[in-house]
Protein backbone atom coordinates (compact mmCIF):
# COMPACT_ATOMS: atom_id res chain seq x y z
CA UNK A 1 0.00 0.00 0.00
CA UNK A 2 0.91 3.20 -1.04
CA UNK A 3 1.30 6.36 1.69
CA UNK A 4 -0.36 8.99 0.26
CA UNK A 5 0.33 12.73 1.60
CA UNK A 6 0.42 16.20 -0.22
CA UNK A 7 3.59 15.60 -2.35
CA UNK A 8 2.11 12.00 -3.99
CA UNK A 9 1.39 12.75 -7.89
CA UNK A 10 -2.22 12.03 -8.88
CA UNK A 11 -1.36 9.24 -11.12
CA UNK A 12 -0.89 7.07 -7.90
CA UNK A 13 -3.59 8.35 -6.01
CA UNK A 14 -6.40 5.91 -5.05
CA UNK A 15 -9.95 5.50 -6.79
CA UNK A 16 -12.41 8.22 -5.08
CA UNK A 17 -16.22 8.17 -5.47
CA UNK A 18 -17.59 7.19 -8.83
CA UNK A 19 -20.64 8.31 -10.07
CA UNK A 20 -22.05 6.42 -11.94
CA UNK A 21 -24.97 8.30 -13.47
CA UNK A 22 -26.24 12.04 -12.85
CA UNK A 23 -28.61 12.17 -9.83
CA UNK A 24 -30.80 14.96 -8.27
CA UNK A 25 -32.69 16.10 -5.02
CA UNK A 26 -36.21 14.28 -6.29
CA UNK A 27 -34.87 11.27 -6.56
CA UNK A 28 -33.61 11.01 -2.64
CA UNK A 29 -36.32 12.42 0.18
CA UNK A 30 -33.58 14.64 2.29
CA UNK A 31 -36.18 15.98 4.71
CA UNK A 32 -35.18 13.61 7.38
CA UNK A 33 -32.00 15.32 7.58
CA UNK A 34 -33.37 18.57 9.42
CA UNK A 35 -33.01 19.14 13.15
CA UNK A 36 -35.33 22.19 12.92
CA UNK A 37 -38.41 22.42 11.09
CA UNK A 38 -40.66 25.67 9.73
CA UNK A 39 -44.16 25.53 10.36
CA UNK A 40 -46.32 27.49 8.02
CA UNK A 41 -48.98 29.62 10.49
CA UNK A 42 -51.61 30.06 7.78
CA UNK A 43 -53.53 32.56 9.67
CA UNK A 44 -50.72 34.97 9.72
CA UNK A 45 -49.97 34.63 6.20
CA UNK A 46 -50.58 37.32 3.45
CA UNK A 47 -49.40 35.46 0.83
CA UNK A 48 -46.87 37.84 0.02
CA UNK A 49 -44.52 35.42 -1.99
CA UNK A 50 -41.65 36.30 -0.19
CA UNK A 51 -40.72 32.83 1.05
CA UNK A 52 -40.97 30.64 -1.55
CA UNK A 53 -38.38 32.16 -3.97
CA UNK A 54 -35.87 31.60 -1.07
CA UNK A 55 -36.37 28.54 -0.44
CA UNK A 56 -33.26 26.36 -1.75
CA UNK A 57 -34.71 22.76 -1.58
CA UNK A 58 -38.21 23.62 -3.44
CA UNK A 59 -40.09 23.11 -0.41
CA UNK A 60 -42.87 25.49 -0.77
CA UNK A 61 -45.21 24.64 -3.30
CA UNK A 62 -47.20 27.05 -4.81
CA UNK A 63 -50.58 26.21 -6.42
CA UNK A 64 -52.17 27.35 -9.46
CA UNK A 65 -53.97 30.14 -7.37
CA UNK A 66 -50.38 31.60 -6.88
CA UNK A 67 -50.89 30.62 -3.05
CA UNK A 68 -48.44 29.11 -0.85
CA UNK A 69 -49.10 25.62 0.09
CA UNK A 70 -47.83 23.91 3.75
CA UNK A 71 -44.31 22.46 3.37
CA UNK A 72 -43.12 19.35 1.48
CA UNK A 73 -41.65 18.16 4.38
CA UNK A 74 -39.95 15.33 2.19
CA UNK A 75 -37.37 17.62 0.71
CA UNK A 76 -37.17 20.25 3.60
CA UNK A 77 -33.76 20.78 5.26
CA UNK A 78 -34.98 23.08 8.11
CA UNK A 79 -32.72 26.04 6.96
CA UNK A 80 -34.67 28.72 8.59
CA UNK A 81 -34.34 31.20 5.31
CA UNK A 82 -38.40 31.53 4.58
CA UNK A 83 -38.68 32.06 8.35
CA UNK A 84 -35.95 35.21 7.72
CA UNK A 85 -37.70 36.36 5.26
CA UNK A 86 -41.32 36.69 6.31
CA UNK A 87 -42.13 39.99 7.12
CA UNK A 88 -45.40 38.75 8.69
CA UNK A 89 -43.97 36.01 11.49
CA UNK A 90 -46.47 33.35 9.63
CA UNK A 91 -43.29 30.92 9.68
CA UNK A 92 -41.65 30.02 13.34
CA UNK A 93 -38.80 26.97 13.39
CA UNK A 94 -39.30 24.47 16.25
CA UNK A 95 -36.89 21.90 16.90
CA UNK A 96 -37.64 18.12 15.10
Do not use: H
Not at 8 to 27: D, Q, V
Not at 45 to 61: A, E, M, T
Amino acid sequence: MTDINSKTPMEKLTTGGSIYCAGNAREFKTGDWRSMKPVWIEEKCKQCGLCFPVCPDNSIPVGEDLKRKDYNYDYCKGCGVCAKVCPFKAIEMEEV
